[in-house]
């Protein structure tokens, strides 16, 4: 008998918990797993590449009633939203929603051997008072204390669930430093990549994109205010003041592109930085760079790192906590502060520091990535146990 194992996400756009799962599904073994997967918001980027044998569940049916009682609770959401905004105070978007709509949502309807929030906020509440399973899993993906989610609002979720996966160890120790009382229910499973997979995507040609003498730059990541874009454009800046002949591309879309567009515009850097869009394969634009480069605020684990450094890319990188689980300073790759004058510094002495580029790249490619061979086994292990 098939155990019925049902994936819960946000959507399937370009981002790091999105890939990871992408990775992960098709290594599951579905002679052993009958896998449903809940997309909240469907027709991101990446459905295509939902494996074949997994279920896509539709949103549950809503009578004319219950949609009412939605669009009510969405409504009341608007207003608190306006609120908190007068008053100054600030919560997170996904506990707002949940704080004025849960009571309207509905789950669905089958009852599962294991149910797995893949994602914090949403799906975890949905998984959390929704959802009917034997065994419920939550992975945390990002730092959630930076990124805005209160402790005490999400621990009453959290103590509903069997496990719950950090997937990097910063992460892991932060969460039984932040809420100890869970500790028995953390477990590390880091994300999962396919170093062939992504090698084999890399291959694909880029139309616009023309061989140039020019310093080629990438940056992968949702355009929100975490992945810290505008300090890219700052940066980019700082490159053009110092007469460096470069062309960064941004891959990604979201909430601050207007913003980045606006940045770029006025900075004059049209030309040099080039915002792409959302891409279901960003792979060809980190194999086509010379340096890699991560402006994040904070990160659960930085998969577009692990990625460029599949691709054998040097990589620069802000301080945020877990990137000294993956990043080495001057060893496999360079740590710089929040700033342009620091990021911009690292990405001119790696031009102009051919030494140090190419003994990065040497530790880089002497890296493995295995966690598609290892990984895996601690998932089936956690969908397996009683």
């Known amino acids: 008998m098939k155990k019925r194992v049902l994936f819960v996400i946000d959507s399937l756009n370009c981002g790091g918990a999105e890939k990871s799962m992408l ?13 449903s997967l809940w997309v909240l918001n469907r027709g991101g980027v990446l459905e295509s590449l939902v494996p074949k044998g ?9 009578s ?3 949609k009412t009682m939605l669009k009510i609770a969405h409504l009341i959401h608007s207003a608190y939203i306006r609120i908190l905004k007068i008053s100054g105070k600030k919560k997170h978007g996904a506990e707002s929603l949940w704080k004025c709509s849960g ?9 599962y051997d294991v149910a797995i929030a893949y994602q914090q906020g949403l799906p975890t509440y949905l998984v959390a008072n929704r959802i009917k399973a034997k065994k419920k899993l939550a992975w945390i993906n990002v730092d959630i204390f930076k990124a805005g989610y209160s402790k005490m609002f999400n621990k009453t979720f959290y103590e509903k669930f069997d496990h719950i996966i950090a997937v990097s160890d910063i992460l892991h120790d932060m969460l039984c430093e932040k809420m100890p009382s869970l500790q028995e229910k953390y477990t590390i499973v880091y994300d ?6 992504i090698r084999e995507m890399a291959k694909e ?18 355009m929100a205010a975490q992945k810290n874009y505008p300090l890219a454009v700052e940066t980019a800046k700082y490159l053009s003041d110092h007469h460096i002949d470069f062309c960064w591309y941004f891959v990604g879309a979201g909430s601050e592109l207007t913003k980045v567009n606006r940045m770029i515009e006025s900075c004059q850097l049209k030309g040099k930085v080039i915002p792409v869009g959302l891409k279901s394969n960003p792979y060809p634009y980190i194999e086509m760079c010379d340096i890699y480069v991560q402006t994040s605020r904070f990160e659960g684990f930085g998969l577009t790192i692990a990625e460029a450094k599949i691709l054998g890319k040097p990589i620069i990188s802000t301080d945020f906590d877990v990137v000294h689980d993956q990043i080495t300073h001057e060893k496999n790759g360079l740590i710089c502060k929040m700033n342009p004058q620091s990021v911009g510094g690292q990405i001119i002495r790696l031009i102009n520091d051919a030494a140090l580029r190419e003994n990065i790249i040497h530790h880089v490619l002497s890296e493995e990535n295995t ?11 956690l969908l397996d146990e009683n």
């Open 64 to 66: 004319i009633f219950e």
């Open 371 to 381: 966690t598609y061979k290892t990984e895996v086994i601690k998932v089936e292990h």
């Open 192 to 197: 999962i990549l396919n170093p062939m997979v």
């Open 205 to 222: 040609q880029i139309a616009e994109i023309e061989p140039t003498d020019k310093t080629i730059i990438t940056t992968v990541g949702r």
């Open 103 to 111: 009571w309207a949502r509905k789950g669905l309807i089958t009852e």
């Open 23 to 35: 990775s992960l599904l098709p290594l599951l073994h579905l002679e052993k797993y009958d896998i």
């Open 54 to 62: 997994i279920h896509l569940m539709d949103n549950p049916h809503y």
